[in-house]
């Protein structure tokens, strides 16, 4: 039996590059800030706000995104496990540019 792919090791623990570490903190406070009811969970809404104060173009399909590279679960909010993926996933679609974005 041949198998094309390898399996990948899985990893709990990412690793940020020294370049991009306060930009990650700097995300990971916003979308914790934009957790209104305080449950340790962020919906839907609470998302798109968070993309909204990114400036981001086109807040709903950011959200979208985020939700499907995200919520592993899929119960349609982003945990506190999660919210790694979702600061990941905005680090890439801001980089180099989020000091300036939160400025205003």
């Known amino acids: 039996m041949v198998f094309f792919f390898?399996?990948?090791?899985v990893s709990n623990e990412k690793k940020v590059p020294d370049s991009l570490k306060?930009?990650?903190?700097?995300i990971m406070s916003l979308f914790k800030r934009y957790d209104v009811n305080k449950d340790?969970?962020?919906?839907?809404?609470?998302?798109?706000?968070?993309?909204?104060?990114l400036q981001s173009r086109f807040p709903a399909y950011r959200t979208q995104r985020a939700?499907?590279?995200?919520?592993?679960?899929?119960?349609g909010y982003i945990s506190e496990a999660?919210?790694?993926?979702?600061?990941?996933?905005a680090l890439d679609c801001y980089q180099g540019d989020i000091k300036l974005r939160l400025i205003i």
């Open 6 to 9: 390898r399996p990948r090791k």
């Open 67 to 75: 939700f499907q590279m995200a919520d592993k679960n899929g119960d």
């Open 40 to 53: 340790g969970k962020l919906s839907w809404e609470e998302v798109k706000a968070g993309f909204r104060r």
């Open 82 to 89: 999660e919210l790694d993926e979702l600061v990941t996933y």
């Open 22 to 26: 306060a930009d990650y903190d700097e």
